[in-house]
């Protein structure tokens, strides 16, 4: 079973940018569904962006601002995320399934106002 790490968040001020990374044990190539995931205190878990059969989807608040990508040859996803507002503020999570679904541990973004 992959295992997945999570690396990049921190401390932004608003209208700044990160580019989170999520490094995969094992090759991520034949995966068909991957994305990012974030979750703030008292709220629910949410997509914020994926990759499903071929097409990237993404959550209404980030469209035009975050972009989701993989190097198959890294094993590893990318969320570059720009135009960051303090509502970005969250957990970020890395998700895959092949099979079963794997969650990363998370990586914390925090966008000051």
């Known amino acids: 079973q992959v295992q997945l790490v999570e690396s990049g968040g921190g401390l932004v001020q608003a209208g700044g940018s990160l580019r989170l990374s999520c490094a995969a044990s094992?090759?991520?190539?034949?995966?068909?569904?991957m994305g990012w995931y974030r979750q703030a205190p008292g709220k629910q878990r949410e997509l914020v962006a994926a990759?499903?059969?071929?097409?990237?989807i993404y959550g209404d608040s980030v469209k035009g601002r975050f972009t989701f990508s993989r190097d198959n040859a890294k094993n590893t996803l990318y969320l570059q995320m720009n135009s960051l507002k303090p509502d970005d503020t969250a957990v970020y999570y890395c998700?895959?399934?092949?099979?079963?679904?794997?969650w990363g541990q998370g990586t914390q973004v925090t966008v000051s106002s």
């Open positions: 998700y895959v399934k092949s099979g079963v679904g794997v």
């Open positions: 990759l499903s059969g071929g097409t990237i």
């Open positions: 094992g090759s991520i190539f034949s995966i068909n569904f």
